[in-house]
């Protein structure tokens, strides 16, 4: 058994998350990046020190080993059959969204989106001169859904050339039916439009739910798409940036190879690799722990929320360590619920106007943390508002 409840000391270890100006408050929870309190997996740590103890980190590149390790995990986890040819390694899962709109749209070209989303979508189409066209969420029953008849509408009417999947969607904890990802397919191929499925947060699926990789839909996907994969995420490894990007279709792979080149963005360094290679070999059982872990706090969320809270609203994820949390009800516009909740309730959030179109009113709740954490937060939270 891993432990999960103890607590690690993250001040003062040049964290983002724990060592930000916000952080100066010393009652401040950050609950904000998808940057997880636990330590990770035991074998993880010791191919670290195995490495830093040889003393010399000269470039390296991926090994057979390494691959082997990426086609395993995807096949026994997602029954998704990997071929090494496929994987093209990069420092990051967002640095790749920008390469990839860079390699298959030009200048002005239009890429959509769903939102609310990750933010960083906008900023990987924006920074690069091209557009944003949004297809908005529909939220009704404490869920969100897709209207296909708009998707399709705004394609058309703005010559979509790409789209950005995320799944299991982030913020909003939806993971994609096997039959939604086939309708979203479809009408990309009908259209000529790419697909760029973003799968980083894909070990984290609670029960009754199951991840489908967008190649395992239809045969037909992989001659029009990219998979974004990562083990940074699952194993809490953001910092050794490491990711294994997906291309079936020899030509689309080949556009993205060049624009890596041309962009400079080098292979992972060579702790990334030692340690994306020891938890994908040795991690199975730490993450169905964690898993197990994480569906107990989210439990605990919805529980305390809804005996103590019960304005307050919490959508049931079926994915991710990221909860969405309808704040609504508290009447507050975004400017006096992020004020609130920074300098009221001493929690650092991912605000959910920050998600774009159907945020506001929203806020994102990082539950990878020990249960006390959690507990201490949500108290927090309770005794700002009832004061």
Not at 23 to 47: G, S
Not at 150 to 167: A, G, P, S, T
Request: proline share 4%; glycine share 6%; with cysteine.
């Amino acid at each position: 058994m891993y432990d999960f409840d103890k607590v690690i000391e993250r001040r003062g270890t040049n964290s983002i998350k724990y060592d930000g100006d916000k952080m100066q408050d010393a009652h401040m929870i950050p609950m904000w990046v998808a940057d997880m309190d636990f330590e990770t997996l035991p074998e993880v740590k010791e191919a670290l020190i195995k490495r830093a103890s040889h003393g010399v980190f000269g470039y390296a590149r991926p090994t057979d080993s390494y691959y082997q390790s990426v086609i395993q995990w995807m096949k026994t986890r997602h029954h998704f059959d990997v071929q090494k040819e496929w994987i093209v390694t990069t420092s990051g899962v967002v640095g790749a969204l920008k390469l990839a709109v860079r390699a298959f749209t030009a200048p002005g070209d239009h890429v959509m989106v769903m939102k609310p989303v990750y933010y960083p979508f906008d900023v990987s189409i924006n920074l690069n001169g091209r557009t944003v066209v949004e297809c908005p969420l529909v939220f009704q029953d404490d869920h969100y859904e897709c209207d296909f008849e708009v998707f399709e509408k705004q394609i058309v009417d703005h010559d979509v050339k790409m789209f950005i999947l995320c799944n299991p969607h982030n913020p909003i904890g939806k993971v994609w039916s096997r039959e939604e990802l086939y309708q979203i397919g479809k009408i990309c191929q009908k259209h000529h439009v790419y697909v760029i499925s973003d799968e980083i947060h894909m070990d984290f699926i609670y029960a009754g739910n199951e991840h489908i990789p967008f190649y395992n839909v239809d045969p037909d996907f992989g001659d029009f798409s990219v998979i974004c994969t990562a083990p940074s995420k699952t194993f809490n490894l953001a910092a050794l940036q490491t990711s294994n990007i997906i291309i079936q279709n020899e030509k689309m792979r080949e556009q993205f190879r060049k624009e890596k080149d041309a962009s400079g963005m080098s292979d992972p360094n060579i702790f990334g690799l030692e340690a994306c290679e020891a938890a994908y070999t040795y991690g199975a059982k730490w993450v169905d722990e964690l898993v197990e872990y994480l569906s107990g706090n989210i439990a605990y969320m919805k529980e305390f929320f809804a005996e103590r809270l019960p304005d307050i609203k919490v959508i049931e994820p079926q994915g991710l360590y990221l909860v969405w949390v309808d704040m609504r009800s508290l009447g507050m516009n975004k400017d006096e619920l992020e004020a609130f909740m920074l300098d009221k309730a001493h929690l650092w959030l991912d605000e959910g106007y920050i998600f774009g179109t159907g945020g506001e009113g929203f806020e994102r709740f990082n539950v990878a943390c020990p249960r006390s954490t959690l507990k201490q937060a949500l108290e927090q939270l309770e005794k700002a508002i009832k004061e």
